[in-house]
């Protein structure tokens, strides 16, 4: 069967049965010698909850010092400020994610889960906002840090130069890729959620996903590199600039989240089964 092939139960089957009927028919076979299990299934659900639930309360704390650093301290807006959106719209992201957990089959094996879970409304919900809104939330976190870094060394050639290529190229990607997040994964005329996630234009944006995963890399690792050389040329004392570096060397965590993410974006790719699994650590590492 083809990569880019629904890989569930036939699409004109599910529009055509009554939607009592969904609760008991599983989204998926089981592999040989593995038997469902509808009552106590493994799950990734915990998991997703812990990484989340800990990203909110870093987020809201992290936009409460910048927002009233902004309104009480500061009382000016700069460009780098649309970080304060991202995140909040990042935020969204996440919670959207759990509420496909809990309502929904995300985290759990396909076999283990029954239709009425996999396309109810909150995993409906779920893959469709979550796909249009991670995208152009990256976009946004990674060209407010390139504008940040502007504003702090770019006295210094080499940084002035780096964030003009890198954050040009890097907008353009992201609202090329944006664009085709909403054009792809919206529903089109007549369309319902179900249909669209059914459709060939929802299951062809997952081409995306690798590409995605690889430049979404390759800029985090840029950022975490970009600010090392001005820092460490900054004239105070050692030990303050090392306490410096190890600030800006908490970016470490975000790239090395990115190549986690490239990794499980790749094996979904190659082995497109058992998505309500396998997807939920693509999201949580994205």
């Known amino acids: ?142 060209i407010s840090l390139f504008i940040q870094y502007y504003y702090l060394f770019g006295v210094m050639p080499y940084v002035r130069v780096t964030v003009f290529i890198a954050a040009t190229l890097t907008a353009v990607f992201y609202v090329s890729m944006s664009i085709t997040a909403f054009v792809l994964n919206g529903p089109w005329p007549g369309e319902s959620l179900l249909d669209m996630i059914l459709s060939w234009h929802y299951l062809k944006f997952a081409e995306f996903s690798i590409p995605l995963g690889v430049i979404g890399m390759l800029v985090d690792w840029t950022l975490l590199i970009l600010p090392m050389p001005a820092v460490w040329g900054l004239a105070i004392s050692r030990k303050r600039r090392l306490g410096v570096m190890l600030i800006f060397m908490t970016g470490t965590l975000g790239a090395i989240a990115s190549v986690v993410s490239l990794y499980y974006r790749v094996q979904l790719q190659n082995e497109p089964t058992d998505t309500t699994w396998k997807v939920g650590y693509v999201l949580l590492w994205s």
């Open 1 to 142: 069967m083809s990569k880019d092939v629904y890989q569930g139960p036939s699409p004109d089957l599910l529009k055509s049965l009554p939607p009592e009927a969904y609760a008991t028919i599983p989204f998926a076979l089981p592999p040989l010698r593995v038997e469902a299990n509808f009552n106590n299934p493994p799950t990734r659900v915990p998991v997703i909850f812990g990484v989340s639930f800990t990203y909110l309360a870093i987020t809201t704390f992290c936009l409460g010092i910048r927002a009233y650093t902004k309104v009480a301290i500061a009382k000016k807006w700069r460009w780098d400020d649309t970080l304060i959106f991202a995140l909040l719209h990042s935020a969204s992201n996440r919670r959207l994610l759990c509420e496909g957990c809990i309502h929904g089959a995300a985290g759990r094996h396909g076999w283990d889960a029954h239709l009425d879970k996999v396309i109810s409304h909150a995993s409906l919900i779920q893959s469709y906002v979550t796909t249009i809104m991670a995208t152009p939330a990256l976009g946004l976190i990674k």
